[in-house]
């Protein structure tokens, strides 16, 4: 197991557009996390699942924002209409309990012009 | 939710130097990391520490769970260290501080 992916790592899109990025967690995790960042902040908190159940959701996951994670393996993350202020790197992590450590991926960073 | 501050914001040392990064929390806690975040964006977890002491060659922290602080120390420190470090607390999800921007210059 190489870890936390994600895919891609970087994408940069027209305003307007839809976008999806792809995490894919440490294999016997169950709890997979999105999380997001703009420059000069810490990453905040979007949302989480507990295999294929979505557990809790961040009120700044606009109805433009959507994630899934259809058999509670891989999720994805999909924006559309993306705006402007969507910039930022959007972070995946994966825990295998809520109360152990969680392991990061690489991130996607997204640009919209 | 749980309010995570982090101190100083900034940190500039010379190499060789020895400094300590604060975390304090508002509420009780599941769970604690460090993570340092490197110049292409990736978080290395550092510690995962939800109380006592754990050292891992020139690092260390503490964390006083019921006094709600966590401690980072970065000993003989090196220009590889430079880049920002997070305090991440797990109540019902992780949150994170706003980090500390270590500089180490040569």
């Known amino acids: 197991d190489t870890g936390v992916s994600q895919d891609p790592r970087h994408k940069i899109t027209k305003r307007g557009q839809n976008v999806t990025f792809r995490c894919d967690p440490i294999s016997e995790h169950n709890r997979l996390y999105w999380y997001r960042q703009t420059l000069g902040q810490g990453p905040e908190f979007l949302t989480y699942?507990?295999?294929?159940?979505?557990?809790?959701k961040s009120r700044l996951l606009s109805d433009r924002f959507s994630a899934e994670r259809p058999k509670g393996s891989f999720s994805t993350l999909e924006i559309q209409r993306t705006e402007q202020g969507d910039s930022a790197m959007y972070l995946c992590?994966?825990?295998?309990?809520?109360?152990?450590?969680?392991?990061f991926g690489s991130g996607t960073r997204l640009t919209v012009v | 939710g749980i309010q995570v501050e982090q101190s100083p914001p900034d940190l500039i040392l010379q190499e060789g130097a020895n400094s300590t990064l604060r975390c304090n929390f508002s509420?009780?806690?599941?769970?604690l990391q460090w993570f340092h975040q490197n110049p292409w964006g990736q978080l290395i977890n550092l510690f995962y520490?939800?109380?006592g002491t754990k050292q891992n060659g020139r690092l260390s922290a503490t964390t006083v769970a019921t006094e709600r602080y966590s401690l980072l120390y970065i000993s003989s420190s090196q220009t590889t260290d430079s880049g920002v470090y997070f305090c991440a607390v797990v109540g019902n999800d992780m949150r994170f501080g706003a980090g500390t921007r270590l500089t180490v210059k040569p």
């Open positions: 520490i939800p109380s």
């Open positions: 509420d009780s806690v599941n769970n």
């Open positions: 699942f507990q295999n294929e159940a979505q557990l809790e």
């Open positions: 992590a994966s825990s295998l309990e809520f109360d152990r450590g969680y392991t």
